[in-house]
């Protein structure tokens, strides 16, 4: 094959997309709510569009808008980080890792990932000319492995890429997990991008530690944030890099080399929603807890094994007492003769040794989770 065909295949999120679309089925795969998200938020953005400035904004982002970031992760997750030196703003979390990766890897630099890993990780590396070293977690739990990591990390190791909350497990590391990381990043003298874009939607009381305020860490993480995620508004496309000066700055010299800024209108309206009260993410918790209990009990009903939910807009189902091991065709036969669209897991493990899960978004209406409940209830 083509090597750029095999290097860059299609996304599973546009595969399944695009299936839902043909078949007209309920698409529970790609990850987006279906609540149009906050309007006073939407109003700023409309607002600046027509009012404000349209040119280009600062390579870093608004002045604004990188202040409200700082103060927002200030209250949020008690990090002390410098506007003017350690804040970048970009468009989507998505193009934050390309530039993240593009600035930090060599040609031959190892790279560890671990999987389930999103699906954009391992094309950008390997284009960027590292050499991944992959650590497969285990479900149910997809803790991180002291021999598994002592495995993976060498002198070679130049960085590692960790998405906590983990898309798709929806499973969150704790502090010893990130402790245990963080210790083989100080030894091997190894930078982490660590993409947090879920760290609102955590459930249950469970707190999101940012693996920067992990002792050692301050100065070898790039932290990367997502407007998108915080305000349900995923075609924003606003997202967030915060690291020390010198770090951030390669970082940036890669930005200013793919998109270079993002529109203003959408920055202004993210700097006043990041300044909501704790009353606006409670209540976004809250209800996306009531929807992942609203479709994991409708599935338990109808005779599926569904895996905790620890944060994300995920669950999964455990294939396996289907007498199931192979997720894409369940999936394929789940959204063509079903009406349903799913991800199934082993898209995100590289060598598809994980193939009975399948992620189903419950970031919808109740009538939609009752609709695809009905549809699913002959299936288990
Ligand atoms: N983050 C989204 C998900 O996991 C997908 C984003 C995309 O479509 N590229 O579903």
Not at 40 to 49: C, S
Not at 159 to 176: D, K, M, Q, W
Not at 336 to 358: E, K, Q, T
């Amino acid at each position: 094959m083509n090597p750029v065909l095999a290097d860059l295949p299609t996304t599973i999120f546009t595969v399944m997309s695009g299936l839902a679309r043909e078949l007209g089925a309920i698409n529970l795969g790609q990850g987006f709510p279906d609540d149009p998200g906050p309007e006073d938020v939407r109003r700023r953005a409309a607002e600046a569009i027509l009012h404000g400035d349209n040119q280009y904004p600062p390579m870093m982002g608004l002045p604004g808008l990188r202040r409200a970031i700082a103060a927002h992760y200030a209250h949020h997750q008690e990090l002390d980080l410098d506007p003017a030196a350690e804040v970048m703003v970009t468009s989507g979390a998505t193009e934050a890792i390309a530039a993240a990766l593009l600035a930090l890897i060599a040609p031959g630099d190892e790279v560890v990932l671990f999987a389930p890993l999103y699906d954009a990780y391992l094309p950008l590396v390997r284009r960027a000319g590292g050499v991944a070293r992959i650590v497969p977690l285990q479900p149910p739990h997809f803790r991180l492995d002291a021999d598994a990591l002592a495995e993976a990390f060498s002198d070679r190791t130049k960085l590692v890429v960790l998405n906590n909350p983990l898309n798709p497990s929806a499973t969150i590391f704790g502090r010893e997990d990130l402790a245990l990381l963080a210790s083989f990043c100080t030894r091997h003298d190894v930078v982490a991008i660590c993409d947090e874009v879920w760290e609102h939607i955590v459930f249950d009381g469970a707190r999101h530690i940012p693996l920067m305020a992990l002792p050692g860490m301050r100065d070898r993480t790039v932290k990367i944030g997502s407007a998108g995620k915080i305000f349900g508004l995923t075609g924003w496309k606003v997202g967030f890099v915060m690291a020390a000066p010198a770090l951030l700055r390669v970082v940036a010299n890669a930005h200013q080399f793919l998109t270079f800024t993002t529109p203003p209108a959408l920055q202004e309206a993210v700097a006043y929603g990041l300044a909501k009260d704790d009353a606006y993410f409670t209540g976004m918790r809250a209800r996306f807890a009531a929807s992942r209990d609203h479709l994991a009990t409708g599935l338990a009903a109808r005779g599926f094994r569904v895996l905790p939910s620890h944060g994300t807009y995920f669950l999964n189902v455990d294939l396996a007492p289907l007498g199931c091991n192979d997720d894409v065709a369940f999936c394929d036969d789940l959204v063509r003769r079903h009406g349903v669209a799913a991800i199934p897991i082993s898209a995100f493990y590289p060598d598809a040794s994980v193939r009975h899960l399948m992620r189903l978004c419950f970031a919808k209406a109740d009538d939609v989770l009752d609709r695809a409940l009905d549809r699913l209830a002959t299936v288990a």
